[in-house]
């Protein structure tokens, strides 16, 4: 099997913060306040941070596990070479279809978003079919028009959030944030994990990696722009905390939004609806990369064509969302999501680590010997 | 060549991605400003076994023409208002407009909980909107507002004696604050009626979500005083000449101010020390007091420090005996201590002392002499 990819196919290795940023910054961001102080409270701000960092070792792994073997260096193959043809291809079949339920997810909670918020009446059958289609034309292009959108929500979604976050400033009640530490670290630890959700996106360098020109030197933007999202929930947690008050948090479904909504611009009475209509290109984005990584493992695992799998996984798509209408199976589901994200990157990633690196000695020691 | 036949298929998805956001754009419902009804106030309440809901509804006939509508229903709670009084309109109601929820007397002391409640889960529903409370029954009081002809006129109220009055900021989103806060209780304007018209004659104060307490317009100040910038507020000070019997009033006007709150003692009993800082202007004054000498001067500042130490203490002491925390004193001791327990903090609020001080200083006198 040739997994060659052709020079001109391949990506900058800057260019990288891009499908990270809007893979890892979903929907998420407008509501995971109400999660993640449901056991730490005002003292949340804490668990962004060990989580952020919890993610950047898991970063350093990915690198390390893919650099190790010249020869390997997408986890399709990896995977294969490691656990044999059998059990090898059942992660990799796990794999596209995790990729293709967190695409499912990310969509339908932004659905129902539009349909709590502006078109509580609407069909919803012929929008998904359009949006899916933009989907579909997206990631048939191959990465770099995957890329290109991903640049393109990446921008809007700097330009937009944080202005639009700051312009709570007048509301803001720092003493919230007193007493600094009034929770147990059990507590702050139980929020780490309720906050790791959100961070799931970044697997897919599994396999952007070999798409990078000189993928080594992405390292450093892959850490940056982690850093720059950890920032990023860190100060819409904080500014939170301080606009609501922690019961009052607990009330709310979609925090950033109804922050964002406190404020009243010339011509635009309500802000939030803006903000959710902007949020339209960072859906498209998100679906396309999720999308692309898991015809992308098809393609190497079992040399399905691409353009198959999308066109299949984007049916499924859309009649599961025909086929769910309630918000608490749309909740299940996303929570079972999250738990086999964590499962993903907390156990299978360090494990993979350390199956590439005890093979890579035992490798070596074979060649020694002979 | 090989370029150029790129741009065309470039050309080709560009066509393709346009008419497929074009689509998009059609799938809305559509809401025609003269086919929906929008409701601008709602009065609630009480009656026997259930609620009176009145509503402004402002029907949009040309441009910038609006005649008002005032329709009144009851129901068994405020849940059914809106399907009962969509049985009188002849346009589906929408609520994307409400400015103002007015609370009568009854209503607001039986409890508002479940009203803000629904009013806040309903994301039509902006959080700048404005609560208030009525001292008759609001459907009375919408009655009057009704006659001005402007379906906003409360809610412009409001947010006029906000920016340019005594009355603290307030809105929709804020008395949630309070109210879901621990150690804080929350406040609306209060209204009543004076010769006809609506006048907003002090600040609701609320225990939980019962009406307990009303306070007129100079608390209101104090309030503004504690809690924020009470900039463009004013009160009346009493100033004393050392050769004359009785008290003489003179116009201050806040220009900028600042409290800062120290705990001394996160109890319980707690102790904690207010300092107000206030820059004022006062340009009326009585006829014997020369705006140009600085001794004179001097005299009216230390009368503004007395008169509102003297004015903080004792409205702190009133709002002890009532029972009410508008000012977050709880909220100020939580986030002082390591263990807070609001019920023991509740207990021991009568005992809770405070040390106040005030420094003014008038920094403008108005043009003449």
Known sequence: ?????????????????????????????????RTVIKHAGYNAWISVILTGFSIHILIWMIYKLLSVSEDANDIATINKKLFGKIVGSFFNAAIALYFVFGAFVKFKVYIELIQVWMFPSMNFLYVSIIILLLVYYAVSGGLRSVLGIAVWATMISCVSIIPQVSLTFPYLHPLNLLPLWNHSLAEVLLSSKDMAFNFLGFEILLLFYPFVKTPEKSQKWAHLILFMVMLLYLVILVLALMFFTEEQLRHSIWPTLNMIGIFEIPLLQRLEYFAISLWFIKIIAGISIYAWSACRATKIAFRIRPRLFLAMSLIAITILCEVIRDHRTVEKLSAVYSEVGLYFIYVYIPLVWIGVLVRQRWVAHLRGSR | MIWKAGMTVLKVKVLLMLVLSALLTACGDTNIVNSIKFVQTIGYDAVENGVTSSAIIANYEEQGKSKLEFYVTESKSIYDSMPKLNMKLDFPIEYGQLRMALFGERFARKGIKTAIESLIRDPKISSRAHLGVADTEALKMLNIAENRNDPYFMSDMIEQNIRYGNLPRINLH?????????????????????????????????????????????????????????????????????????????????????????????????SIDIRVKLDAQVKDVPQWIDLTSS??????????????????????????SNDVDPLGLGDLIRSRSKEWNPQEFQKHYKELSATVSVTARIIRTGAGG
Do not use: W
């Open chain 1, 1 to 33: 099997m040739n997994n060659d990819i052709s020079e001109k196919y391949k990506i900058s290795p800057y260019l990288i913060i891009f499908p990270l940023y809007v893979s890892m910054v979903g929907i998420g961001v407008l509501s995971y306040q």
């Open chain 2, 174 to 270: 804020l008395t949630f604050f309070d109210f879901y806060g621990s150690g804080r209780d929350f406040f609306l304007p209060h209204f009543t009626e004076e010769r006809g018209e609506i006048k907003l004659d002090g600040i609701a104060l609320f225990k939980e979500d019962k009406f307990k307490t009303k306070i007129g317009i100079r608390d209101s100040f104090l309030m503004k005083l504690l809690t924020e910038d009470s900039s463009n507020g004013s009160i009346m000070v009493p100033v004393k000449a050392s050769d004359q019997a009785g008290d003489e009033y003179f116009l201050m006007n806040s220009i900028h101010s600042k409290a800062t709150y120290k705990v001394i003692q996160t109890g319980p009993p707690a």
């Open chain 2, 295 to 320: 001794e004179q001067l001097a005299l009216l500042e230390t009368s503004i420090e007395t008169y509102c130490r003297t004015e903080i203490r004792k409205f702190i002491a009133l709002l002890q």
